[in-house]
């Protein structure tokens, strides 16, 4: 029921700005007690949670990527976007949105898209 889908360019120019967008069906972006994730997983290594906005409206940011790193949503379509600044060859990543509920884990992904910083 719950389908998350990221969207946006595969290729990204270094010092460039990534932009996704996370289009969302099943269920609403500000229901109470939701969290609305980016994570990303560069090759060969883990995952790395970005950060993310809640149902309220609220942003948090992993310390790492803080400053370079902005969550927001558009409630109207339903949709949450990154757009993560200055980017270099170390950001190619897949990066997947996901969502959860309070103090669960990340319960429903999408399916990731691959986005690659070259120039």
């Known amino acids: 029921q719950v389908q998350l889908q990221e969207s946006g360019p595969g290729l990204v120019k270094p010092s460039q700005t990534l932009s996704l967008t996370c289009t969302v069906s099943?269920?609403?972006?500000?229901?109470?007690?939701?969290?609305w994730a980016w994570i990303r997983q560069p090759p060969g290594k883990g995952l790395e949670w970005m950060g993310h906005i809640t149902g309220g409206g609220s942003d948090l940011y992993s310390p790492s990527l803080k400053s370079r790193t902005s969550i927001s949503r558009d409630t109207f379509k339903n949709q949450f976007s990154l757009q993560l600044s200055s980017v270099s060859p170390e950001d190619t990543a897949v990066y997947f949105c996901?969502?959860?509920?309070?103090?669960?884990?990340?319960?429903?992904w999408g399916q990731g898209t691959q986005v690659t910083v070259s120039s």
């Open positions: 996901a969502t959860s509920g309070w103090q669960t884990g990340y319960n429903y």
């Open positions: 099943g269920t609403s972006i500000t229901a109470g007690s939701s969290y």
